[in-house]
Nanobody
Framework: QVQLVESGGGLVQAGGSLTLSCAPSGRTFSNYDMAWFRQAPGTEREFVAAISWSGSSIYYGDSVKGRFTISRGNAKNTISLQMNSLKSEDTAVYYC??????????????????WGQGTQVTVSA
């Protein structure tokens, strides 16, 4: 069974930093695009960041540009999300996602077929 497992969420004060990680099991995603999305209560799932299989193409949602950094591990099978200058509006459940093949529109959650269970990030004011 293919699974994506997120880790690294928690409670942090505004202005602080957190790093999320995503590791797959059941198959390798080293040759696939991967992404982070988030969802706060009562809102739709929001695109955060995406990275191509090679790491050469990276995309960010407007609300996180300049503050968050997505990267792939050395074996390219894991991804991380370094989150700096966190704001209360960053509070959400963060999900790791991967497509069956290529995400034609990296920011569209419908392009992704595999999802993790999510990790909670709470930023206190």
């Amino acid at each position: 069974q293919v699974q994506l497992v997120e880790s690294g969420g928690g409670l942090v004060q505004a202005g602080g930093s957190l790093t999320l990680s995503c590791a797959p099991s059941g198959r390798t995603f080293s040759n696939y695009d991967m992404a982070w999305f988030r969802q706060a209560p009562g809102t739709e799932r929001e695109f955060v960041a995406a990275i191509s299989w090679s790491g050469s193409s990276i995309y960010y949602g407007d609300s996180v540009k300049g503050r968050f950094t997505i990267s792939r591990g050395n074996a390219k099978n894991t991804i991380s999300l370094q989150m700096n200058s966190l704001k209360s509006e960053d509070t959400a459940v963060y999900y790791c996602a991967a497509p069956h093949s290529v995400a034609a529109v990296p920011s569209d959650h419908k392009e992704y077929d595999y999802w993790g269970q999510g990790t909670q990030v709470t930023v206190s004011a």
